[in-house]
């Protein structure tokens, strides 16, 4: 069933190629005025697929899953439907300190091979990254007022804070597939900014110094040679209400090359469920909004809802929510599986797994034929003019 659609829906991409790599007559290229070819092509076929349908990714899909880590060819997702997803979530926290594993305890050589691996296949990488404080030395949490001043130009930790920008550029470096190419990226700085729990968020910085931020990362990754980056612009749904809201700290179009949000359903309770649907449609339209007038992409960066303890909750709640919008990609977090440090100590996953009670309706999601995973991705050569 799922081939068939794409077959009939290839004519309809190939058609429409020269309608959408434009917008309102308006050339697409990244940001990044010397990106890569590859990056280029990305982004410009990134484009072209809205109008197929979107991507589904999951957090460190290759990495682990409930009750498993480190096996060879293994997702959670693949187990339930025989597919990977198309976008893969990964993170650089930890790199700053030039650490052998990712905050979540993968090893960034594993997570390179990771990233490789999706390369060849014709997937999407997309990267957040959960500095540490530079200010206090503590983790990414810890929102201290001042952090962000004190690592722009001038400040106290601003040599600090560039050091770890080289680090991670020497990272994104390395990151090259079997043909020798570097890898794009998705890359997604500064997340859920208009939250209160990082030390980059609202609470803690102005627009005028997040802006400084933002355009000080970019330009500083692009003096460095890192040219396989593709900027994302994102939101948590805490504290955006309007389109205002959501452009408050937007650092203009020159550093930005896709624009999302995070949100996540946190109860069972239908007022809940009824909630994140809402804010979701909402949040979705206003992405939309954006994207058209400014002549970006747009995601659903991070999403889910923990156990998934709903019968319908992606054929109905997530699918419903999104409607007809035509954003590139969502992605569900992580499947950590038992976690005892949450509180309480609780099963911490997103993507269904064998044997979830509801698995059935993430199979129904996957032939829907806007949903798309990794086997169209790489009918589409992603990476191919």
């Known amino acids: 069933m799922k081939n068939n659609i794409t077959i009939l829906l290839a004519g309809i991409f190939l058609v429409s190629c ?206 460095k040679g890192v040219h396989n980056l593709l900027y994302v612009y994102n939101t948590s749904d805490s504290g955006v209400e309007t389109k205002a809201d959501f452009m408050e700290y937007y650092p203009g179009d020159a550093y930005v090359d896709m624009v999302s949000f995070d949100i996540y359903q946190g109860g069972e309770e239908a007022a809940k469920r009824d909630k994140f649907a809402a804010d979701t449609h909402r949040l979705v339209g206003i992405i939309d909004e954006v994207a058209r007038e400014h002549n970006k992409l747009s995601a659903i960066a991070e999403t889910g809802f923990e156990q998934i303890p709903y019968a319908t909750w992606w054929t109905e709640t997530l699918t419903n929510a999104i409607a007809n919008r035509k954003i590139s990609y969502v992605l569900v977090w992580r499947n950590h599986g038992w976690n005892e440090y949450m509180a309480p100590p609780r099963m911490h996953y997103y993507a269904p797994y064998k044997g979830h009670k509801y698995e059935a309706d993430f199979v129904k999601y996957y032939n829907q034929p806007e949903t798309l995973f990794q086997k169209e991705a790489t009918k589409l050569n992603l990476y191919k003019k």
Request: charged share 25%.
């Open 18 to 223: 020269k309608s959408t790599s434009q917008t309102a007559g308006v050339q697409v290229l990244p940001a990044d005025k010397n990106a890569t070819p590859e990056t280029v092509t990305l982004y410009k076929n990134l484009f072209k697929s809205r109008e197929k349908g979107y991507f589904f990714g999951h957090q460190d899909a290759l990495a682990y899953g409930v009750n498993w880590r480190y096996e060879e060819g293994r997702s959670d997702v693949k187990d339930v439907i025989g597919d990977y997803p198309a976008v893969y979530g990964w993170d650089l926290g930890r790199i700053e300190d030039k650490a052998d594993k990712d905050l979540d305890g993968v090893p960034f050589s594993n997570q390179k091979r990771y990233v490789q691996q999706v390369y060849k296949w014709g997937g999407i990488n997309t990267f957040s990254w959960h500095m540490n404080n530079p200010l206090t030395g503590k983790d990414a949490w810890n929102n201290e007022p001042g952090t962000v001043a004190s690592v722009l130009p001038g400040g106290a930790k601003h040599e600090l804070f560039k050091s770890w920008l080289d680090n991670a550029a020497a990272y994104f470096l390395t990151l090259k597939g079997k043909d020798g190419k570097l890898v794009p990226i998705l890359f997604r700085p500064y997340h859920e900014f208009t939250g209160n729990w990082f030390w980059w968020c609202k609470n803690t910085t102005t627009p005028e110094q997040f802006k400084e931020l933002w355009k000080f990362t970019v330009e500083y990754f692009e003096a």
